[in-house]
């Protein structure tokens, strides 16, 4: 019996499946950011024509979902699946979305790293033989998220050092079992991590250790270096959870300095833009990927990507009840070629 697995968390997939299209859709301060050139659609306020900031979340999904397959020249009926997630409670943004779709749904809920979770949970089903097509999309939207998670908008409340800001943006992805690359080449799939973070407004120091643990994994089941990938990209630690990744790395004798970016460092001007430690929620690494990422890769800025997204997977509940942040983050090798 052969297996496609390598080591205790890594699959490395016989038929790569290829990134046929991606899209994205962000808010007006996402588009006011470093990366405005990489976005497909920003709008110019954050309702997106709709009456609440959840529809207008769905809105988003739905407009990047049709936008990424009209780049890969399928309609809808061609998915054999569509993976999909947000931070709202019962994923309502993503069921919702998908609604009149008629694509058979997974819905899925990953915190920030939803986007690694679909891509990989979609690569493994095509590489299976599962199917020919399958779409990722997620989104987060900074008004809905402050409403569940922390103080709804109107009590104009003080923000912490740490706190990093919820970007309202969508992003999505077709892939397919056949086609020229971008490639899903290798997916590690994370384990829950809890170091008794229980600040949920330092979700970058209750991440960083998921990061550190499944990056380690990835390099021991695959047998790779850091060297080997042009860019090791996580997401979202922000700016301190950055260089804790680095500094647990710097301790093994390991510098991922220089190698290493994370997309909520990248999508904000940290300093012009006021967002404290930087960005976060699953629209974050959705619309870097769909967008600046894979846009770079096309155009032969980098050959290996590893793209890491990670999640804090708590609640408001669990937050009121004491308890501490579980992270987990998910490993996705992109390459060029197969």
């Not at 915190?111 to 990989?120: F, I």
């Not at 959705?286 to 990507?305: C, D, E, F, P």
Request: charge should be negative; glycine fraction near 14%; charged fraction near 15%.
């Amino acid at each position: 019996m052969t297996t496609k697995k390598l080591g205790r968390q890594t699959a490395a997939l016989a038929n790569p499946p290829s990134l046929a299209g991606h899209a994205n859709v962000v808010g007006k301060k996402e588009g006011e950011g470093p990366l405005a050139n990489s976005f497909d659609y920003i709008g110019a306020d954050d309702s997106f024509g709709e009456a609440s900031w959840e529809k207008a979340e769905s809105a988003m999904q739905k407009q990047a979902l049709s936008l990424a397959l009209e780049k890969a020249g399928q309609p809808a009926a061609a998915m054999d699946w569509l993976f999909a997630g947000d931070l709202l409670n019962q994923c309502v943004s993503s069921s919702f979305a998908a609604r009149g779709q008629d694509i058979p749904f997974f819905g899925l809920y990953g915190a920030c790293s939803t986007m690694g979770e679909g891509l990989a949970l979609a690569a493994m089903t095509l590489d299976g033989g599962f199917g020919e097509w399958a779409g990722v999309v997620v989104s987060s939207h900074f008004c809905s998220a402050e409403r569940q998670y922390r103080t709804p908008l109107e009590y104009g409340a003080q923000r912490t050092p740490t706190a990093q800001w919820t970007v309202t943006g969508a992003g999505a992805a077709i892939l397919a079992r056949e086609g020229p690359g971008p490639y899903v080449t290798h997916v590690t799939v994370g384990k829950i991590v809890d170091r008794g973070i229980r600040d949920t407004n330092n979700m970058g120091a209750a991440m960083a250790p998921a990061a550190y643990e499944t990056l380690k994994a990835h390099f021991q089941d695959t047998g790779r270096s850091p060297g080997y990938y042009d860019l090791i990209v996580t997401g979202d630690l922000g700016r301190l959870g950055s260089e804790l990744l680095e500094e647990l790395f710097r301790q093994d004798g390991v510098e991922l300095a220089g190698r290493h970016n994370d997309c909520g460092l990248l999508i904000y001007d940290l300093e012009g833009q006021d967002v404290h430690c930087g960005g976060s929620g699953c629209g974050c690494c959705a619309s870097v990927l769909t967008g600046y990422l894979l846009n770079g890769m096309r155009q032969g800025l980098w050959k290996n990507l590893l793209f890491c997204p990670t999640g804090a997977l708590h609640s408001p509940t669990t937050a009121y009840q004491g308890e501490s942040v579980p992270g987990i983050c998910h490993a996705v090798a992109i390459s060029a070629e197969k």
